[in-house]
């Protein structure tokens, strides 16, 4: 297990498990979605009503729309149907280049760089990169942002303080350059800092930014002025970093900006002012402080989508002494810690109370911990119509590609996701997702709740399956009732030898226990939910601040 | 309904904050009132208005609206200011280049460093936040007010003040990038030919961008100016007075050296840090003209560092020396006041001379003596108000004024003074800094940029 663990931390969060989804083969080019609620665009709904996709492009909407001959239908009784979101930054669809594997800060000089003047790349000097023949679509970011309805992403290279330029492109296609919708819309930049060579800080970002944004002042000048008369003049010397600056310098490109920490966005609120570049105020997560700033100044935002973790439920265990010092302390520190994490879930509805207009970014949240993410920030203030907006119509109008998608409308692309509940409904399902009028097809989650009135036999020895990132790892229970008192032990092939389970649990089929193992010379305890059918069983496994995976096993006979 | 309070306590805490970076008005009643530069005054009043002195003298009226502190009983003295600490910085050190001019610690404040609240508990209104020592030449500083409880990292920047800049002699430099990688400066030589190879550098810059400048003022477009170039840029700011040299020292020959650096290309506005071996050249340093800001009693944490005595400030001040005492620590700042004490014991120094040293001597160091550090009509209202005088080991500091405003009050004084509280972590992590007093905080920084530059 606590090689699990290490390869699960070795292997970082970018891998999921194996989805379920499915592109069917285009048999037809037409599809017809008949009877579902169509949220054509925030706050407009149609009941009981068809939409038509023809050839990647939507055809028509409505309750009286009749379906082509030859158009493979969907019966979508009781789904929605909402225009495919946008995620309005992100490096969804581009591989992670193999070098920084251990995350840029952690990297290595490599031999014979002068760490005073290093090589634009190692410095994070890029900005004319594009994406173009990196994307690829079977990517599996670009996967797991499908499955949860997106069907278009802003997407820059990865690197550091100016890793490239923005293109558009669909989730899905042939090859890179079939994704791919526009490029070159935006410049991209971010602080930070390089590994062990300039800029390897905060203010060394800072500076060189504003010496390359002044370098591009220069550059543009002297070029205007050798194309108008170039006799005497030294010629310009090309610079592709500076040339790919100059539109943003020119006013005629938007810089999107990270700046997720409420001191970032002030950093970056005061470059804005000192050079006057057209800012986009990228990833803010603690934007709250500074809304009636952003609304005046009208700078377009982009909302996080990552949110601090909830805190763990924590179970007072038995028989441990209550200290009343301590607990007004603790009560005090968790007042505080509650407050600011209300907050943060707060943020989004903050700005729209504003009247900002924003877009959400999926670049630092886990793809699982997004839907979460909406319905805490719905829950907190925002309406349902103001979250899909950043979902939809927002980022679109902020991309210039309104005409294109962010709603549901005749002549627009065929990008469309079906959930079978109210997407922002605890539990709602993504069953169909439809990008340039091409089909994906999910099923609907396993359900990992037993049920309190089934019952369950769980004697006998198990062997189970845990679905970690990039593996599976394997071993035995073996489980014992004694008239409801179950007793049992825990083996995985990483462990030496079997523990005994705590704390077991039977509530009809669902059986709960947890497994203490040892890990760096620390014990710490798995919990276990499975529901058992008959003689297998499915349910996850919690590993601490880990995560919970899927776990997945059946009875190979009676124990001894 | 939750959310609801909590919106509501999100815009109480907007307005409060906001409110905090304006200046405010109190008259201080009756205290003993530490003039420092025009003695000491009993029974004195202080009246301040929107953040200003406006009047000291006896038995002041408070205009309407304006609130009385009681200071019966108290000394009221000049906020404490610091010439040298590394708090409310999010960067200390860009170790990469022996010369670094072009990066500015001010870009980079953290309003949300509780340093910030505990120096203000120790009476200290402004400090100077540095740049680390890892490089000849370092980044630029930054003066800050202490107005805790701003999220916005430019209300801390004290407006108006000169700008400043890190340079470094001896053991640090050479550590990181002769022993580090190879390359000048391996030796205190080395150090004297990085500041004359820049300044060098930098008067061609500035002639290129002169005769540029001629040029168009000729209507000749063909001649062009250098390309933009931040680091050359803050050296000729050097070499036109505009920034004032902060430099960290220890041996006497260095620091002499630098003042015939500076000699050479014409700089006159230099301020020495530690310098421990400065008795060694008190007479030299006040014939320059060159400030001094040191330690009361710290040393032997490294080899250059070992030939010290507690008198050094008390022998620079009798040799006419602008002289400091600094903390170059986040547990230090609290006590600066103990710190000056300590040259009555060690130099017989006066009252008003001890608290010169944390007062208008660094205010004269950081060119901001015309603002802060002596309580004057038109001064700014940064005040520290003691229990005791502030040179007694029984001294208590009890309010803390920046702009006239109270940003510590001892009687209000609650137990979590974070700003940035983890939403993730109930239990917050509190470190001690072990590296205090067995090593200066300049070179913050940079075991890890030395760990990841040479033993990767």
């Known amino acids: 297990m606590l090689f699990l663990v290490c390869a699960f931390l070795a292997i970082g969060l970018s891998l999921q498990a194996q989805s379920v989804e499915d592109a069917l083969k285009p048999v037809t080019r037409t599809y017809a979605l008949t009877n579902a609620t169509i949220v054509t665009q925030p706050g407009e709904m149609i009941e009981g009503s068809t939409i038509v996709i023809k050839n990647g492009l939507i055809d028509a909407i409505g309750t009286n729309v009749s379906v082509p001959a030859g158009a493979k239908v969907i019966a979508a009784d009781s789904m929605y149907v909402y225009a495919g979101f946008i995620d309005a930054l992100s490096n969804t669809g581009v591989p992670r280049p193999k070098n920084e594997d251990n995350g840029p800060r952690r990297g290595r000089r490599p031999d014979g760089v002068n760490p005073g003047d290093p090589p634009r790349e190692l410095a994070g000097v890029t900005p004319e990169k594009q994406v173009r023949n990196d994307l690829k679509p079977d990517e599996r970011s670009v996967e797991d942002m499908r499955k949860l309805g997106y069907t278009a992403a802003h997407v820059v290279p990865h690197g550091r303080m100016l890793p490239g330029q923005g ?394 | 309904m939750r959310y609801t309070i909590l919106i509501a306590l999100l815009l109480f805490f907007g307005v409060s904050l906001s409110a905090q970076s304006e200046a405010g008005s109190m008259l201080i009643k009756n205290g003993t009132v530490l003039t420092v530069t025009n003695g000491t005054m009993e029974n004195t009043d202080v009246l301040v208005i929107d953040g200003k002195i406006a009047e000291i003298g006896k038995n002041l009226r408070a205009p309407r609206g304006v609130e009385e502190v009681d200071a019966t009983g108290m000394h009221v003295m000049p906020g404490i200011i610091d010439c040298h600490s590394h708090i409310a910085i999010d960067a200390v050190n860009e170790a990469t280049n022996p010369v670094t001019a072009e990066v500015w610690v001010g870009d980079a404040l953290d309003p949300l460093d509780v340093s910030i609240y505990r120096a203000l508990a120790g009476g200290v209104t402004a400090s100077h936040a540095m740049h680390g020592s890892a490089n000849a030449i370092g980044g630029q500083c930054e003066t800050i007010k202490h107005r805790y409880g701003t999220y916005n990292p430019n209300d801390l920047r004290m407006e108006g003040a000169p700008r400043t800049i890190k340079f470094a002699l001896g ?117 320059f003209g060159a400030g001094a800001s040191v330690f009361a009693d710290w040393w032997a944490y490294k080899f250059e560092v070992y030939y010290s005595t507690a008198y050094n400030a008390a022998i620079l001040t009798e040799n006419g020396v602008v002289t400091s005492i600094n903390s170059d620590s986040g547990e230090l700042i609290r006590h600066l006041y103990h710190e000056a004490a300590k040259t009555q014991r060690y130099g017989e120094l006066s009252n008003d001379e001890a608290l010169a040293l944390i007062t208008i001597n660094p205010a004269k160091q950081l060119g901001i003596d015309d603002r802060v550090g002596s309580l004057e009509e038109g001064k700014d209202a940064d005040i520290a108000i003691f229990k005791g005088h502030p040179l007694s080991i029984y001294a208590v500091p009890m309010k803390t004024i920046v702009d006239g405003k109270v940003y510590f009050d001892r009687n209000n004084d609650a137990d979590d003074q974070r700003l940035d509280v983890d939403p993730e972590e109930v239990m917050p992590a509190f470190f001690l800094d072990v590296q205090d007093h067995n090593y200066e905080n300049c070179m913050q920084g940079t075991y890890q940029t030395f760990n990841a530059l040479f033993r990767g």
């Open chain 2, 171 to 287: 053991e640090n430099p050479m550590r990181v990038h002769g022993e580090g990688r190879g390359i000048q400066p391996a030796t205190r030589m080395g150090i004297e030919q990085v500041f004359r190879a820049a300044f060098s550098e930098a008067q061609e810059y500035q002639a290129a961008k002169q005769k540029y400048e001629a040029a168009q003022a000729n209507d000749d477009n063909t001649v062009l100016p250098p390309q933009f170039d931040r680091r050359m840029e803050t050296l000729v700011d050097i070499l036109e007075g505009e920034i004032i040299i902060h430099c960290h020292s220890y041996r006497a020959d260095e620091i002499y050296m630098l003042m015939q650096v500076c000699e050479d290309f014409g700089i006159d506005r230099l301020c020495f840090q530690h310098v421990n071996e400065g008795f060694k050249v008190a007479p030299e340093l006040a014939e």
């Open chain 1, 167 to 560: 293109s558009i492109i669909l989730l899905a296609g042939e090859d890179g350059e079939d994704m791919l919708l526009s490029e070159g819309l935006s410049l991209f930049t971010q602080f930070e800092a390089a590994p062990g060579v300039f800029p390897a800080t905060v203010i060394g970002v800072m500076s060189k930014f504003d010496e390359l944004y002044r370098q591009t002042e220069q550059m543009i000048m002297h070029m205007d002025a050798y194309a108008k008369n170039p006799k005497g003049m030294d010629r310009p010397e090309r610079d592709e970093a500076l040339e790919a600056m100059a539109p943003v310098v020119k006013g005629e490109k938007p810089l999107f900006f990270m700046a997720p920490g409420v001191k970032d966005i002030y950093r970056v609120l005061r470059m804005q002012d000192d050079l006057g570049f057209n800012l986009v105020l990228t990833g803010v997560k603690e934007a709250w402080h500074v809304a009636d700033q952003i609304a005046e100044a009208n700078i377009p935002v982009i909302v996080n989508l990552e949110l601090p973790d909830l805190p763990k439920d924590s179970k007072k265990k038995e028989g441990e002494e209550e200290d009343e010092a301590m607990d007004d302390e603790m009560k005090m520190l968790q007042e505080r810690a509650a407050e600011r994490m209300q907050a943060f879930e707060s943020q989004a509805a903050t700005l729209a109370d504003a009247g900002i207009q924003f877009g959400f970014t999926a670049m630092d949240a886990k793809t699982n911990d997004i839907h979460a993410s909406l319905r805490r920030m719905i829950e907190h203030g925002l309406s349902e119509d103001q979250a899909l907006a950043a979902l939809t119509t927002t980022p679109a109008a902020m991309l210039g590609v309104s005409d294109m998608m962010g709603t549901l409308e005749e002549g627009k692309m065929g990008n469309l996701l079906v959930s079978d509940a109210p997407y922002f409904a605890e539990g709602a399902n993504v069953r169909f997702v439809m990008i340039d009028g091409h089909l994906f097809e999910y099923e609907a989650k396993k359900a990992t709740k037993g049920n309190p009135d089934a019952t369950a036999n769980v004697n006998g020895e198990w062997s189970y399956t845990v679905e970690v990132p990039g593996q599976t790892s394997e071993g035995t229970l073996k489980l014992i009732d004694n008239s409801g008192e179950i007793s049992g032990t825990f083996y995985s092939t990483q462990m030496p030898s079997a523990e005994d389970i705590e704390n077991a649990r039977l509530n009809g089929n669902e059986l709960s226990f947890d497994a203490p193992v040892s890990m760096g010379g620390q014990r710490m305890s798995l919990q276990f939910t499975l529901v058992i059918t008959g003689d297998t069983f499915e349910g996850t496994v919690s590993v601490g601040e880990f995560g919970t995976f899927d776990v997945e096993g059946f009875r190979e006979g009676d124990p001894e």
